[in-house]
């Protein structure tokens, strides 16, 4: 059974920083592309960043900020938060999907996470 399990969410001052990890269990890591995403109450899920056959992308808002690393062994996904702002407050996701078209569309992945809390004060 596919599992994704996230941790690493906390409470942090802006400019801070968080590591995030998702740690995966059922299946090759390597096989599904993974992505993070984030959700505000109220607000529709938006895609953070994602990696694909070692190929990694970054919304705009987070590019410099915000770094994917993988460690196949552990079946586990990091994402590396540094100068967090405020705006980044969110309910962050781990996602996996196979035949993935556009990582952005929250419909083409198969399994989540159930989510890890990151809140930045200003």
């Known amino acids: 059974q596919v599992q994704l399990v996230e941790s690493g969410g906390d409470s942090v001052q802006a400019g801070g920083s968080l590591r995030l990890s998702c740690a995966v269990s059922?299946?090759?890591?390597?096989?599904?592309?993974m992505a993070w995403f984030r959700q505000v109450p109220g607000k529709e899920r938006e895609g953070v960043a994602f990696?694909?056959?070692?190929?990694?992308g970054y919304r705009d808002s987070v590019k410099g900020r915000f770094t994917l690393s993988g460690d196949g062994a552990k079946g586990t996904l990091y994402l590396q938060m540094n100068s967090l702002k405020p705006e980044d407050t969110a309910m962050y996701y781990c996602?996996?999907?196979?035949?993935?078209?556009?990582?952005?569309?929250?419909?083409?992945?198969?399994?989540w996470g159930q989510g890890t809390q990151v809140t930045v004060s200003s």
């Open positions: 996602a996996a999907g196979r035949d993935v078209t556009w990582w952005l569309n929250i419909n083409e992945y198969q399994y």
């Open positions: 059922g299946y090759n890591l390597k096989t599904y592309l």
């Open positions: 990696v694909d056959s070692g190929r990694a």
